[in-house]
């Protein structure tokens, strides 16, 4: 029960900080059928990445996934095995 008290409290975290953003701000990822929203912003919070996000590798952008609270543990492998870009990425919206 604990558990998903941590899990409610950091999703309503998430919503208020994703309400005050900028609708173009948000990045619509879908990875092998699970819809997962953030906002470009997060995208630099990779403090091992050297290049723009434009330039990551599928192993650079599965370390970004893993770093960033919310998403799904999962995710990170998912980018790897799919072999998703940064670029491809930033690309992302709500259809893929």
Known sequence: MLHLEESFKD???FIEK???GDAKD???LHVSGTIMVTTRSTFGLNK??????????PD????????VEG??????SILRENRITGR????LNLDG
Do not use: C, H, Y
Not at 48 to 57: I, S
Not at 60 to 67: E, F, I, L, S
Not at 88 to 91: A, F, T
């Open 11 to 13: 999703e309503q975290t």
């Open 18 to 20: 994703f309400a005050r």
């Open 26 to 28: 948000v990045v619509v």
């Open 48 to 57: 091992d990445a050297k290049p723009r996000v434009m330039e990551w590798t």
């Open 60 to 67: 650079q952008a599965g370390d970004w996934a893993k770093n």
């Open 71 to 76: 998403i799904q543990e999962d995710v990170s």
């Open 88 to 91: 491809e990425l930033l690309s």
